[in-house]
C-alpha cells in the first residue's frame, strides 16, 4: 500500500514537471528547421539497429486548413534509450534528429526507428516533436506508443503526450497549430 503511494505520487509529480516545462517550452524559442529543408527524411541512418518506423502526418490549424512551410524538430534516443553514443546521454544534442518543413498540403514523414526507453527507468520510448509556424503558438509534444507499459494515466491526459498505434511499421500524427 506504500509502495503503491508512493509510485503514484511520484508520477503525478513528473506528469506536473512535464506538464510545466511543455508550457515554459512553448514560451521559448523552439529549434527552427531551415526554410528550405525538405518536408521528408530520415532520422535514424540506414542499418541503425532496431524496429523500423515510418512516421508520417500533417499540420493544421484550428480550421483544419493545412499549414505549409510549418517547422519540425523531432529527436529521439537510440533502441537502447541513448540520446548520444553510449555511455553518454545528451538530449540537447541528440545523435538522432532531423528538421523538416511541411510541404504545400501541410504534410510530412521520416523514417526512423522506435526509440528505447532511457535505461534503467519507466519513461515510455518517445520522439520529441517541436513545431511551429508562423503567426502561429508552438507545439512542443512527445509521442509515446500504445501498448508501451510505462504509459500512466497521467500521460494519457496531458497535452504534452500524444499516444499513437504502430500498424505495420507505421504511426501517424495530426498536429494542430493555433
Not at 80 to 98: H, I, M
Request: glycine share 8%.
Amino acid at each position: 500500500m506504500f509502495i503503491t503511494r508512493v509510485r503514484s505520487l511520484l508520477w503525478t509529480s513528473i506528469a506536473v514537471v512535464v506538464l510545466l516545462s511543455g508550457t515554459a517550452a512553448a514560451r521559448q524559442n523552439v529549434h527552427e528547421a531551415p526554410a528550405g529543408a525538405p518536408s521528408a527524411g530520415r532520422v535514424a541512418p540506414a542499418g541503425e539497429p532496431g524496429q523500423p518506423l515510418h512516421v508520417s502526418g500533417v499540420v493544421v490549424g484550428p480550421d483544419n486548413a493545412p499549414i505549409a512551410g510549418a517547422s519540425l524538430y523531432v529527436y529521439q534516443t537510440d533502441h537502447e534509450g541513448y540520446y548520444s553514443v553510449k555511455p553518454a546521454s545528451d538530449n540537447r544534442n541528440p545523435r538522432l534528429k532531423l528538421f523538416l518543413r511541411t510541404d504545400a498540403k501541410g504534410a510530412y514523414s521520416f523514417d526512423t526507428i522506435k526509440p528505447g526507453s532511457y535505461p534503467q527507468s519507466r519513461v515510455p520510448a518517445h520522439i520529441h516533436f517541436e513545431v511551429s509556424a508562423a503567426g502561429r503558438s508552438p507545439h512542443i509534444f512527445e509521442i509515446v506508443f500504445t501498448g508501451d507499459p510505462f504509459i500512466t494515466a497521467e500521460m494519457r491526459g496531458n497535452p504534452a503526450f500524444s499516444e499513437r498505434p504502430i500498424e505495420d511499421g507505421r504511426v501517424t500524427q495530426r498536429i494542430v497549430l493555433k
